[in-house]
Protein backbone atom coordinates (compact mmCIF):
# COMPACT_ATOMS: atom_id res chain seq x y z
CA UNK A 1 0.00 0.00 0.00
CA UNK A 2 1.32 3.23 -0.88
CA UNK A 3 1.96 5.91 1.53
CA UNK A 4 2.68 9.28 1.08
CA UNK A 5 4.21 12.02 3.73
CA UNK A 6 5.04 15.76 3.25
CA UNK A 7 7.58 17.44 4.73
CA UNK A 8 6.98 20.34 6.43
CA UNK A 9 3.39 20.49 7.33
CA UNK A 10 3.51 23.91 7.86
CA UNK A 11 6.40 26.34 6.61
CA UNK A 12 6.08 30.21 6.91
CA UNK A 13 8.20 32.83 4.89
CA UNK A 14 8.81 36.41 4.02
CA UNK A 15 7.89 37.73 0.82
CA UNK A 16 10.57 36.73 -1.65
CA UNK A 17 12.24 33.57 -0.16
CA UNK A 18 11.95 30.29 -2.23
CA UNK A 19 10.29 27.48 -1.18
CA UNK A 20 11.30 23.97 -0.85
CA UNK A 21 8.27 21.76 -0.12
CA UNK A 22 9.30 17.58 0.26
CA UNK A 23 7.25 14.47 -0.59
CA UNK A 24 8.22 10.74 -0.49
CA UNK A 25 6.45 8.02 -1.24
CA UNK A 26 7.23 4.03 0.02
CA UNK A 27 6.02 2.63 -3.46
CA UNK A 28 8.85 3.85 -5.95
CA UNK A 29 6.69 1.76 -9.11
CA UNK A 30 4.56 4.83 -9.97
CA UNK A 31 3.48 6.03 -13.09
CA UNK A 32 3.48 9.56 -12.76
CA UNK A 33 3.19 12.17 -9.59
CA UNK A 34 1.27 15.05 -9.55
CA UNK A 35 1.49 18.73 -7.41
CA UNK A 36 -1.49 20.28 -6.73
CA UNK A 37 -2.77 23.28 -4.60
CA UNK A 38 -5.83 23.92 -2.26
CA UNK A 39 -7.03 27.22 -1.39
CA UNK A 40 -9.15 26.46 1.86
CA UNK A 41 -12.08 25.14 1.50
CA UNK A 42 -11.58 24.83 -2.12
CA UNK A 43 -11.44 22.32 -4.92
CA UNK A 44 -7.62 21.54 -6.33
CA UNK A 45 -5.83 22.77 -8.75
CA UNK A 46 -3.12 20.92 -10.46
CA UNK A 47 0.08 22.66 -10.60
CA UNK A 48 2.75 20.15 -12.16
CA UNK A 49 2.86 16.61 -13.51
CA UNK A 50 6.01 14.61 -13.80
CA UNK A 51 5.94 11.46 -16.02
CA UNK A 52 8.25 8.68 -13.88
CA UNK A 53 10.45 8.62 -16.79
CA UNK A 54 11.26 12.47 -16.05
CA UNK A 55 13.63 13.91 -13.76
CA UNK A 56 11.89 17.03 -13.54
CA UNK A 57 8.80 19.60 -14.73
CA UNK A 58 8.43 23.41 -15.01
CA UNK A 59 5.89 25.96 -15.23
CA UNK A 60 6.88 29.57 -14.52
CA UNK A 61 8.49 29.57 -10.82
CA UNK A 62 7.65 26.08 -9.93
CA UNK A 63 9.94 23.49 -10.60
CA UNK A 64 9.22 19.85 -9.50
CA UNK A 65 11.94 16.72 -9.20
CA UNK A 66 11.36 13.66 -9.27
CA UNK A 67 13.59 10.90 -7.97
CA UNK A 68 11.90 7.75 -8.48
CA UNK A 69 14.53 4.91 -6.83
CA UNK A 70 14.28 6.74 -3.41
CA UNK A 71 11.07 7.74 -3.84
CA UNK A 72 11.05 11.09 -3.63
CA UNK A 73 9.66 14.69 -5.26
CA UNK A 74 10.44 18.53 -4.18
CA UNK A 75 8.46 21.28 -5.59
CA UNK A 76 10.23 24.51 -5.31
CA UNK A 77 8.70 27.81 -5.39
CA UNK A 78 10.92 30.43 -6.50
CA UNK A 79 10.57 34.14 -5.17
CA UNK A 80 7.23 33.55 -3.17
CA UNK A 81 4.22 35.81 -3.19
CA UNK A 82 1.40 36.49 -0.50
CA UNK A 83 -0.56 34.79 -3.27
CA UNK A 84 1.23 31.17 -3.15
CA UNK A 85 -0.18 30.84 0.86
CA UNK A 86 -2.31 28.05 -0.09
CA UNK A 87 -1.75 24.00 1.11
CA UNK A 88 0.24 22.08 -1.55
CA UNK A 89 -0.60 18.22 -2.04
CA UNK A 90 1.49 15.70 -3.70
CA UNK A 91 0.02 12.95 -5.11
CA UNK A 92 1.50 9.52 -7.13
CA UNK A 93 -0.26 7.44 -9.55
CA UNK A 94 0.36 3.71 -9.59
CA UNK A 95 -1.01 3.34 -13.06
CA UNK A 96 -2.76 4.65 -15.71
CA UNK A 97 -6.57 5.43 -14.83
CA UNK A 98 -5.41 3.87 -11.35
CA UNK A 99 -6.24 6.05 -8.03
CA UNK A 100 -3.80 8.72 -6.89
CA UNK A 101 -2.83 8.73 -3.32
CA UNK A 102 -2.67 12.09 -1.23
CA UNK A 103 0.19 13.10 1.09
CA UNK A 104 -0.81 15.44 4.03
CA UNK A 105 0.07 18.29 2.54
CA UNK A 106 1.90 21.20 3.15
CA UNK A 107 0.28 24.39 4.25
CA UNK A 108 2.20 27.60 3.09
CA UNK A 109 2.06 30.78 4.19
CA UNK A 110 4.01 34.07 2.78
CA UNK A 111 4.00 37.09 4.77
CA UNK A 112 3.95 40.68 2.91
CA UNK B 1 -7.73 20.48 -19.29
CA UNK B 2 -11.21 19.60 -18.22
CA UNK B 3 -13.73 22.22 -16.52
CA UNK B 4 -15.48 20.33 -13.71
CA UNK B 5 -18.54 21.41 -11.79
CA UNK B 6 -20.03 20.01 -8.69
CA UNK B 7 -23.70 21.22 -7.62
CA UNK B 8 -24.56 21.76 -4.63
CA UNK B 9 -21.39 23.98 -3.58
CA UNK B 10 -22.25 23.38 0.04
CA UNK B 11 -25.08 22.36 1.96
CA UNK B 12 -26.14 21.89 5.83
CA UNK B 13 -27.85 19.06 6.37
CA UNK B 14 -29.83 17.39 9.22
CA UNK B 15 -29.00 13.88 10.67
CA UNK B 16 -30.57 10.78 9.36
CA UNK B 17 -31.10 12.62 5.54
CA UNK B 18 -29.72 12.37 2.35
CA UNK B 19 -27.68 14.56 0.06
CA UNK B 20 -27.11 14.13 -3.72
CA UNK B 21 -23.77 15.78 -5.15
CA UNK B 22 -24.10 16.11 -9.00
CA UNK B 23 -20.72 16.23 -11.12
CA UNK B 24 -20.29 17.74 -14.42
CA UNK B 25 -17.67 17.65 -16.84
CA UNK B 26 -17.26 19.58 -20.22
CA UNK B 27 -15.88 16.82 -22.52
CA UNK B 28 -16.27 13.07 -22.31
CA UNK B 29 -14.10 11.00 -20.28
CA UNK B 30 -13.35 7.74 -18.91
CA UNK B 31 -12.99 8.01 -15.59
CA UNK B 32 -14.39 9.49 -12.92
CA UNK B 33 -13.18 9.70 -9.02
CA UNK B 34 -15.17 10.54 -5.77
CA UNK B 35 -13.17 11.63 -3.10
CA UNK B 36 -13.85 13.10 0.73
CA UNK B 37 -11.52 15.64 2.53
CA UNK B 38 -12.32 15.42 5.94
CA UNK B 39 -11.69 18.43 8.15
CA UNK B 40 -7.86 19.13 8.41
CA UNK B 41 -7.39 15.91 6.77
CA UNK B 42 -6.03 15.32 3.34
CA UNK B 43 -8.38 13.65 0.49
CA UNK B 44 -9.35 9.92 0.70
CA UNK B 45 -11.14 7.50 -2.48
CA UNK B 46 -14.65 6.62 -2.13
CA UNK B 47 -15.45 5.10 -5.43
CA UNK B 48 -14.26 4.47 -9.12
CA UNK B 49 -17.61 5.87 -11.15
CA UNK B 50 -18.08 3.35 -14.19
CA UNK B 51 -19.92 3.71 -16.99
CA UNK B 52 -22.30 1.11 -17.67
CA UNK B 53 -21.57 -0.51 -14.86
CA UNK B 54 -21.34 -0.36 -10.33
CA UNK B 55 -18.90 1.60 -8.65
CA UNK B 56 -15.83 0.52 -7.49
CA UNK B 57 -15.32 0.97 -3.69
CA UNK B 58 -12.29 1.47 -1.77
CA UNK B 59 -11.85 -0.09 1.70
CA UNK B 60 -14.08 1.43 3.91
CA UNK B 61 -16.79 2.42 1.84
CA UNK B 62 -19.73 0.68 1.21
CA UNK B 63 -22.66 1.54 -1.81
CA UNK B 64 -25.27 1.77 0.86
CA UNK B 65 -23.60 5.04 2.61
CA UNK B 66 -22.43 6.50 -0.98
CA UNK B 67 -24.67 5.14 -3.69
CA UNK B 68 -22.92 6.29 -6.80
CA UNK B 69 -24.45 6.53 -10.80
CA UNK B 70 -22.47 7.56 -13.50
CA UNK B 71 -25.57 7.76 -16.78
CA UNK B 72 -22.70 8.98 -19.44
CA UNK B 73 -19.14 9.77 -19.96
CA UNK B 74 -19.72 13.26 -18.84
CA UNK B 75 -21.82 13.13 -15.68
CA UNK B 76 -22.06 11.46 -12.13
CA UNK B 77 -23.67 11.52 -8.93
CA UNK B 78 -22.93 10.73 -5.27
CA UNK B 79 -25.14 10.29 -2.66
CA UNK B 80 -24.63 10.37 1.12
CA UNK B 81 -27.00 8.56 2.57
CA UNK B 82 -28.52 8.69 6.18
CA UNK B 83 -26.16 11.07 7.00
CA UNK B 84 -24.40 11.58 10.66
CA UNK B 85 -22.19 14.49 11.81
CA UNK B 86 -19.01 12.27 11.11
CA UNK B 87 -20.11 12.86 7.46
CA UNK B 88 -19.14 16.24 7.74
CA UNK B 89 -16.71 17.27 4.58
CA UNK B 90 -15.44 18.24 1.53
CA UNK B 91 -16.37 15.68 -0.82
CA UNK B 92 -14.37 16.50 -4.76
CA UNK B 93 -15.10 14.60 -8.07
CA UNK B 94 -12.15 14.10 -10.46
CA UNK B 95 -11.87 13.12 -13.69
CA UNK B 96 -8.26 11.78 -15.59
CA UNK B 97 -7.76 12.43 -19.28
CA UNK B 98 -5.92 9.82 -21.28
CA UNK B 99 -5.07 8.23 -18.07
CA UNK B 100 -2.29 11.15 -17.38
CA UNK B 101 -3.28 14.27 -15.32
CA UNK B 102 -6.23 14.43 -12.90
CA UNK B 103 -8.15 17.56 -12.74
CA UNK B 104 -10.97 18.19 -9.42
CA UNK B 105 -14.08 19.87 -8.86
CA UNK B 106 -14.46 22.92 -6.77
CA UNK B 107 -16.02 20.37 -3.75
CA UNK B 108 -18.86 20.63 -1.91
CA UNK B 109 -18.48 21.66 1.56
CA UNK B 110 -21.25 18.95 3.83
CA UNK B 111 -21.81 19.98 7.12
CA UNK B 112 -24.40 17.28 9.00
CA UNK B 113 -26.29 18.47 12.14
Known amino acids: KQEVTQIPAALSVPEGENLVLNCSFT??????LQWFRQDPGKGLTSLLLIQSSQREQTSGRLNASLDKSSGRSTLYIAASQPGDSATYLC???????????FGGGTRVLVKP | SAVISQKPSRDICQRGTSLTIQCQVDSQVTMMFWYRQQPGQSLTLIATANQGSEATYESGFVIDKFPISRPNLTFSTLTVSNMSPEDSSIYLC??????????FGPGTRLTVL
Open chain 2, 94 to 103: SVAQGGDTQY
Open chain 1, 27 to 32: DSAIYN
Open chain 1, 91 to 101: APLKAAGNKLT
